[in-house]
């Protein structure tokens, strides 16, 4: 026997036919319908994400803090980075730079402490295949769970960057479209957390000082030697561990780990790398 067809549209439509609704139900529904905040939802038309800034009512709006509520909300803020940042997972430093910069893992930390919501999306792009040129400009959105945009954040990555101009750009846009995402989310997130007085935005933008007073020689001396990790510790057991954690999750092999360190510091053991080139190489598994 041949299963019945039922238009569940149309059998709604009748059953409602005689419903009649009270005279302020519109006025009711139009007031509600301005109350739901947009942010988080998505037009059912669209493809992409565009939040949209609604004025909020007095009980949704972001309002100003005391200054003992300031004290407080970054008391908090430091006790999270105290208590949970691990250097190397969640933070890093360059040599000669006394500010260090924060990874995305930290980012998501704050943002999970604060209630907040990162919505990321590619507003600009480059993809000349021709030439070989890519660049990503990407744009962060932080939400509250009113529906609030509390912060925005830029982050740009291209194919032209000095660590990149040695790779074949054709391999490596899904790289330079997770950094320009990373990069706008950690933008957003200073911001929102006002950590711009302990953290960079990213390792790459920041550079080292220059000594003073040496000659040229002795500077690529001490250049050489802090590249191969000769002045730099070793890394810590956590950020090993952290290491095989994360290669474990991306289906990446010891072999395949030994390979990189050897062709990128001429270190034959990933176990016996630095510190700073630990953070580096966890950075590295993060955007595979």
């Given at each position: 026997?041949?299963?019945?067809?039922?238009?569940?549209?149309?059998?709604?439509?009748?059953?409602?036919?005689?419903?009649?609704?009270?005279?302020?139900?519109?006025?009711?529904?139009?007031?509600?319908?301005?109350?739901?905040?947009?942010?988080?939802?998505?037009?059912?038309?669209?493809?992409?994400?565009?939040?949209?800034?609604?004025?909020?009512?007095?009980?949704?709006?972001?309002?100003?803090?005391?200054?003992?509520?300031?004290?407080?909300?970054?008391?908090?803020?430091?006790?999270?980075?105290?208590?949970?940042?691990?250097?190397?997972?969640?933070?890093?430093?360059?040599?000669?730079?006394?500010?260090?910069?924060?990874?995305?893992?930290?980012?998501?930390?704050?943002?999970?402490?604060?209630?907040?919501?990162?919505?990321?999306?590619?507003?600009?792009?480059?993809?000349?295949?021709?030439?070989?040129?890519?660049?990503?400009?990407?744009?962060?959105?932080?939400?509250?769970?009113?529906?609030?945009?509390?912060?925005?954040?830029?982050?740009?990555?291209?194919?032209?960057?000095?660590?990149?101009?040695?790779?074949?750009?054709?391999?490596?846009?899904?790289?330079?479209?997770?950094?320009?995402r990373k990069r706008s989310i950690c933008d957003a997130t200073l911001s929102v957390a006002s950590l711009s007085n302990k953290f960079s935005q990213d390792e790459d933008l920041v550079e080292p000082e220059q000594p003073v007073g040496r000659n040229p020689?002795?500077?690529?001396?001490?250049?050489?030697?802090?590249?191969?990790?000769?002045?730099?510790?070793?890394?810590?057991?956590?950020?090993?561990?952290?290491?095989?954690?994360?290669?474990?999750?991306?289906?990446?092999?010891?072999?395949?780990?030994?390979?990189?360190?050897?062709?990128?510091?001429?270190?034959?053991?990933?176990?016996?790398?630095?510190?700073?080139?630990?953070?580096?190489?966890?950075?590295?598994?993060?955007?595979?």
């Amino acid at each position: 026997m041949a299963t019945k067809q039922i238009d569940l549209r149309k059998l709604l439509e009748q059953k409602t036919a005689g419903i009649v609704p009270a005279e302020n139900a519109k006025e009711v529904i139009e007031t509600a319908e301005r109350a739901v905040p947009k942010n988080l939802l998505f037009d059912a038309q669209a493809d992409k994400f565009e939040p949209e800034t609604v004025t909020t009512g007095s009980e949704l709006a972001v309002r100003p803090l005391s200054v003992e509520e300031t004290q407080m909300f970054e008391a908090k803020i430091n006790e999270c980075i105290d208590q949970i940042f691990v250097e190397g997972v969640h933070y890093g430093s360059v040599p000669g730079v006394k500010k260090k910069f924060i990874f995305k893992a930290g980012c998501e930390v704050i943002l999970s402490m604060m209630g907040l919501v990162a919505r990321t999306e590619v507003i600009d792009k480059i993809e000349d295949y021709t030439n070989g040129v890519f660049s990503y400009t990407c744009k962060t959105w932080l939400i509250d769970n009113a529906g609030s945009v509390r912060a925005e954040g830029y982050g740009v990555c291209n194919s032209k960057e000095n660590k990149y101009l040695k790779m074949n750009p054709y391999n490596i846009q899904n790289v330079l479209i997770k950094l320009s995402r990373k990069r706008s989310i950690c933008d957003a997130t200073l911001s929102v957390a006002s950590l711009s007085n302990k953290f960079s935005q990213d390792e790459d933008l920041v550079e080292p000082e220059q000594p003073v007073g040496r000659n040229p020689e002795e500077l690529r001396t001490n250049n050489n030697s802090s590249s191969t990790g000769g002045t730099d510790r070793p890394a810590s057991q956590k950020q090993i561990r952290f290491i095989e954690s994360l290669a474990e999750q991306n289906n990446i092999s010891v072999e395949t780990l030994n390979k990189y360190t050897k062709t990128t510091w001429n270190v034959d053991d990933f176990r016996r790398i630095s510190g700073k080139m630990a953070s580096a190489l966890i950075e590295r598994i993060k955007t595979c």
